[in-house]
Nanobody, 115 residues
């Protein structure tokens, strides 16, 4: 009964910032990895940022230098800090957690960046 609940999405002007949160129902240390994905209309879901249990972090080329993924084990929460937002960042953002061999998804949160 793993549950992932996202928050922090909304409408922001280009150049602005948002911080997304993903609260997990259990300790994030129990997951092999967690990450953020996004899906824009007419596009496939893509990985935005991920962090593995051994501390490796990876980002999509399109967000490198602008987005930062982090976690707070005490709060069982992962974050995605998004700075210098662009209209092309507009998408539904999904939290993802892996506990091999299973993968879990949040319900998604809308991020809209206006020009």
């Amino acid at each position: 009964q793993v549950q992932l609940v996202e928050s922090g999405g909304g409408l922001v002007q280009a150049g602005g910032s948002l911080r997304l949160s993903c609260a997990a129902s259990g300790s994030i240390f129990r997951f092999n990895g967690m990450g953020w994905h996004r899906q824009a209309p007419g596009k496939q879901r893509e990985l935005v940022a991920g962090i593995t249990s051994d501390g490796r972090i990876n980002y999509a080329d399109s967000v490198k230098g602008r987005f930062t993924i982090s976690g707070d084990n005490a709060k069982n929460t992962v974050y995605l800090q998004m700075n210098s937002l662009k209209p092309e960042d507009t998408a539904v953002y999904y939290c993802r957690a892996d506990r091999t061999p299973l993968r879990y998804w949040g319900q998604g949160t809308q991020v809209t960046v206006s020009s």
